[in-house]
């Protein structure tokens, strides 16, 4: 099947930009000696997963148990939730996913770890939890190593669970524009991680995991000689956002191409400079700004409502003709993932596959 | 089951005060002698459009082909699709749908008049249409009574076709929040499209249908003596975007009560004023502002990161406990409903029923 024959909107995935991106973060991974657990929250898609995985990453990353519980489903076998789970009847699913696959979890409070042990013992598992540190994204977790030692033994008392070390994602840190801004950031992340370890060996407690790192910062966690593991997620796609960011010499950040686009289709065009395409903010997220039209800098994607954008065409009147499509590069991959129920997969201008999006709207 | 059972996030929708807006809507139309057909872009779900039905709504609107399909298919018998339609492919599904249900739609280009006759021919059908003239909003539509004849000519020579009338929406009106310039606004709405319906009728061209409207808008369409029925849609559910409107007296539009809520729960608090829900950008649309706090107006929803929300507590710290539950006024309802399958229907403290979103994601 033809691209052209998709009807729009439609959520596309270039294959060869895509595998690209992979390959060159797992190999990035590996020069550093470091484990890849990438950010399944991105994707959404088992297929993804198991790709990444089959490349080399130890598992991956989610957010939500019904994250979890739709890739495991699907066939990926080692999961991090890295994110608190907090109230019974998420923590009895989250013990049950641990019968099926390998689960890892992230607490950041006393009673949460105790009401999680209860319900790993219920079900007979034994589960790897991580003190999650606010290493400067001023959300979740604790502040200060007394508060990292704490939880850990409290876990270690815990037969159902088992300490495994600390998550330290900066979460911040990651669309800071600047260079040496979000190299600092990163810096006093790492120093902080760095601090509960030393101070957990100190007790006799071992970390054997610190976790953490976007795809705006992880050459910087990687080089801090901290971290274990990375949780990149959105370089499989990158984003207009990510985009903006800027690298050691000023230029934007483009270590990963463009991979994710909505294909949309202009709809309306009743006066010069511009055109409506059918792609709307239920279509395309924008939430970190508005989408790009791809191949046509002149073009501007200047509105979005529902089921609407709005283009400034006045620098290429020519090209948005009513009927002709148009790929527009996501202001932010995540969201816009959660939108669709498929990806549709291309290498050229020929369909490959289509792809489910298993955990689309798991926010359970 | 009661209410505090539901895992969170959940769209919940408040049936006492959702019964209130639908009667309220109605008895406005039927007071002022005109249709209402309420958008159900705003709430995707056939259960709701029905019931808006039963009360009295001549049919419903929607935006897209699949929407009016996912309608169709579950039972509503009369739709609207209040947008042109480009491509092949969907005016075929459109055609195909008017087999089934009665259905409507938009259009501002001639070449798009030719493509929908062939489609409405081929399938045996007629199609009503009616042409979208631009009355302020600057999206879609054409500009000139000329046009709007030109257009309603070419629909009356294609046998498969019939003109109803004209769509007149100024949706950029809608969130005016000075009450003045919100009625100024629709005043030359109404101006426009009277003066397109007058030369039509010089022309012998009848118009049977003036439709347009939003929640923000619809007294100033309905006094205006032009416009035959209104499309508001947002008034089932309300939501925090449209209570900054304001009224004639300068106070916060609250003629519908808020109806639409998402409850999430604090799932982490490590530091005095600040609490994080397990509600973020993917659990309620921010593209229109923030969600609200319902019914603790001391504390404030200050940022959305995909899976995380991060409250300002300082002025209710005790309301607070990790695992306490909260809900919240989504900004924007229409974007907010497309994120979930499910509507949690609950009346006092008991859930009464589950009612699908069945057009979730119907983007084509």
Redesign the interface.
Known sequence: MALTEI????LLIDLDAYERNIIRMQSFADRAGLALRPHA?THKCAVIARQQMAMGAVGVCC??VSEAEALAFAGVSDIFVS?????A??LARLAALARLVRIRVCV??A??VDDLARAAQRQGVEIDVLVEM?VGA??????TVD?VESLARRIETRPALRFKGIQAYH?AAQHVRDYHQRSNAVDNAAARASSAKDHLHRQGIECDVITGAGTGTYPFEAQSGVFTELQCGSYVFMDADYGRNLNRSGEPFSDYANSLFVLT???????PG?A?V??G???V???SGLPLVHGHHQIQYVA?????G?LDTSGAEDAVD??SSLTLIPGHC??TV????WFVAYRGLRVVELWPIVA??A??
């Open positions: 009807d729009t909107p439609a929250k957010q939500k994110n608190e789970i907090v109230g009847a998420k950041d409070d009673a949460n606010d001023g959300r979740c977790g604790v502040l508060e979460g289709t202009v709809m309306s065009k009743n006066r511009l409506v059918d792609a903010l239920k279509a997220s924008v939430d979005a409502s529902d089921e609407h709005q009513i009927g995540d969201p959660n939108l669709y129920d689309r709207g926010v359970r």
